[in-house]
């Protein structure tokens, strides 16, 4: 079971040339999307839509292998974070 009443960050991984991520959410808004290595570089950043509930968040994948650290901020300034590997 799945709460709605919180914003979360449930997963983040590697499908093909996609980063998916499955997000939930209270209310419909942007989420901002920054992606950084270990070192703390920015390597992508973007906003999205996401609707009440689950979505599903794909942007392009051009990273080479190796950890990183998914970071969403909704527009209340929750954040949330969670490490995924490339390979």
Do not use: W
């Amino acid at each position: 079971a799945c709460s709605n009443d919180a914003f979360k960050l449930l997963t983040v991984n590697q499908s093909d040339e996609y980063i998916n991520s499955v997000i939930t959410s209270p209310v419909t808004g942007m989420v901002e999307f920054t992606v950084y290595d270990m070192k703390g570089s920015l390597i992508y950043q973007s906003q999205q839509a996401v609707s009440s509930g689950i979505t599903t968040v794909k942007f392009p994948s051009n990273l080479s292998k190796g950890l990183y650290y998914l970071q969403v901020v909704n527009e209340n300034h929750v954040s949330e974070g969670r490490k995924f590997v490339v390979n």
